[in-house]
């Protein structure tokens, strides 16, 4: 598995990374499904292991995930053989007793936070933490000072963020509190202004979301996804018109998944794609995308082209929509006698 250097961190990490969110199980918050069907903790266990043989060094998880189910199961998967992963996991964002989200990024709560991921994972470090909900302005020098005295007792080695935002992004780097950003990106989706912000920085980025939540992975040619009540992705979908006309792209040589991972991976600033996983095929598949060749020019601007043309399709029918809505909201109110 190729090695890449996570930006000025110096952590050398899998051009794939093992993601643990669809493998912590069912997770409800503030009444909403927060998680996917439980695959069940061996089989959890049994993947991240394999995965491990694959030749993946890198394991990214969350305290909410599972609400810390899916630390605990990470912990089980590397015991014995930490010394051969990065471990990142993330805080500020909980669940409490009675299913309500919390966000506290106070210097206390990242203490916290990390000591309990720290139990959970069997580890006396994490090698990459990230905030999952971004901190007050006001905060950001206090909680960096906190994780700079916990990377000093030798209990996290980088820190960042997690987040589609470029102002959360911003702030931290504003003062100098990020060497990793973890962000969304895929055929459909360009990042251009975070992106934009971690290469000034010369932060190490992880790239989520690159099939899209499933939708670019193929398994969805033949209709419209339908997900369980407890998955998460139940919530809505785009158009299935959208990530089909991406399918047409596809290459004879590559799977649809292996297409969508090898164009992310053609960017140098990619430095580890986290992949939602739930089987060793799905590695085995994104693996072969490692192992490919780079997409050509020209298969990288039909993929551009399209992207970009989608986006001002959404952006005309988000103006059509706001147009409308003084219309909507006159047809709406009651008659007055």
């Known amino acids: 598995m190729q090695l890449r250097v996570l930006g000025r961190t110096g952590i050398r990490v899998s051009a794939l990374s093992v993601g643990t969110w669809q493998l912590a199980g069912p997770l409800t918050v503030d009444g909403h499904a927060d998680g996917f069907p439980d695959v069940g903790r061996q089989q959890a266990v049994d993947l991240i292991r394999a995965c491990g043989d694959l030749g993946i060094n890198s394991i990214d998880t969350a305290e909410i995930y599972g609400a810390g189910e899916g630390e605990r199961r990470v912990g089980e998967a590397i015991a014995g053989r930490r010394d051969r ?26 203490r916290a936070s990390l000591e309990g991921t720290l139990r959970r994972l069997g580890s006396d470090h994490v090698d990459v933490y990230l905030y999952h909900s971004a901190p007050r302005r006001e905060g950001v020098l206090a909680a960096r000072e906190s994780l700079e005295r916990l990377a000093q007792e030798g209990k996290l080695r980088a820190w960042g963020i997690s987040t589609d935002v470029a102002p959360d992004l911003e702030l931290l780097l504003e003062h100098d509190a990020a060497h990793v950003v973890q ?9 251009g202004r975070l992106l934009a912000a971690a290469g000034r920085g010369k932060l190490g980025i992880m790239v989520r979301g690159v099939l899209a939540s499933g939708l670019l992975s193929g398994r969805y040619s033949g209709g419209p996804p339908r997900f369980a009540a407890d998955d998460f992705r139940s919530h809505g979908a785009p158009p299935r018109s959208e990530y089909a006309a991406f399918e047409r792209l596809r290459p004879a040589r590559l799977s649809m998944a292996a297409f969508a991972i090898r164009y992310v991976l053609d960017f140098d600033s990619t430095h ?11 590695y085995q598949e994104a693996a072969s995308a490692v192992e490919a060749p780079p997409l ?14 989608l986006e001002l399709r959404r952006q005309a029918r988000r103006r059509a929509s706001d147009a409308l809505r003084p219309l909507r909201r006159l047809l709406g109110r009651p008659r007055v006698a």
């Open 85 to 110: 992963w990065v471990v990142t996991s993330k805080f500020g964002n909980r669940v409490d007793a009675q299913g309500r989200r919390v966000e506290d990024t106070s210097p206390t709560a990242i």
């Open 183 to 191: 962000l969304p990106r895929s055929m459909r989706r360009h990042p």
């Open 272 to 282: 580890t794609v986290v992949l939602g996983g739930r089987t060793l095929a799905d």
């Open 296 to 309: 050509s020019g020209v298969e990288h601007a039909l993929v551009d082209s399209l992207r970009r043309g």
